[in-house]
């Protein structure tokens, strides 16, 4: 069946502008993660939703960091006035739901440059 | 907190050499871990897990086996081939308050030569 999915793979914006990046998680997933991947950081949780929960927005750097997921499906992350330390690969996963450990699937990731 | 510490790489090894990553995590519950792999342009793939204590976790020739009492998870393998450089990725889930969330190591990144 088809994997996560996310788009688009890469996205060059100036510094000051906005972004929105997009994850069609697998059909049937209740749980859906958002991940920011940077040389200086690593792999770091950003934000999760199950179902219709409110979101855990934990990870999240900064207030110009937001997401929704409209239907319990697709997920928009956005970022607001982007800076250079935004610059990343921003990777979603999803799993069966977060009742217990259940393995999370990696979509390919949106790398991000502000310029 | 959680957290995880990996060996930092870069890692080179020559075809049929045995490889170990060292592994080691910090935890409030107790956690599943895990090891992910990147290969060059592929997104994140789970390569093995293991869920409790004394739990060996393998797959296409990858071991790595949960160790509590020295919170390690070590991944090993006998003969590594030019198709397994990639960069690995230690991780840990644990009930975080509302999610499993995966924390992660720093990646090492593998390289084999023919």
């Known amino acids: 069946g088809a994997g996560v999915s996310q788009s688009p793979s890469n996205k060059v914006t100036e510094k000051g502008k906005d972004v929105e990046l997009r994850c069609d998680p697998i059909?049937?997933?209740?749980?859906l993660y958002w991940y920011r991947q940077s040389l200086g950081q690593g792999l770091e949780f950003l934000i999760y939703?199950?179902?219709?929960?409110?979101?855990?927005k934990s990870g999240l750097p900064s207030d110009r960091f937001s997401a929704e997921r409209t239907g319990g499906s697709v997920s928009t992350l956005t970022i607001q006035r982007t800076q250079q330390e935004d610059s990343a690969v921003y990777l979603c996963?999803?799993?069966?739901?977060?009742?217990?450990?259940?393995?999370?699937?990696f979509g390919p990731g949106t790398r991000l440059t502000v310029t | 907190g959680n957290s995880v510490t990996q060996m930092e790489g870069p890692v080179t090894l020559s075809e049929e050499a045995f490889l170990t990553i060292n592994c080691t995590y910090t935890?409030?519950?107790?956690?599943?871990l895990f090891w992910y792999v990147q290969y060059p342009g592929e997104g994140l793939q789970l390569l093995l897990k293991?869920?409790?204590?004394?739990d060996k976790g393998s797959n296409k020739g990858f071991e790595a086996t949960y160790r509590k009492e020295t919170t390690s998870f070590h991944l090993e393998k006998g003969s590594v081939q030019v198709s397994d450089s990639a960069v690995y990725f230690c991780?840990?889930?644990?009930?975080?308050?509302?999610?499993?969330?995966?924390?992660f190591g720093k990646g090492t990144l593998l390289t084999v030569n023919p």
């Open positions: 059909s049937g997933h209740t749980a």
């Open positions: 996963a999803s799993s069966e739901s977060a009742a217990g450990v259940n393995e999370q699937y």
């Open positions: 935890a409030t519950g107790y956690p599943s």
């Open positions: 293991a869920t409790k204590a004394d």
């Open positions: 939703f199950q179902g219709n929960s409110a979101p855990d």
């Open positions: 991780a840990l889930s644990d009930w975080g308050g509302s999610n499993y969330k995966l924390t």
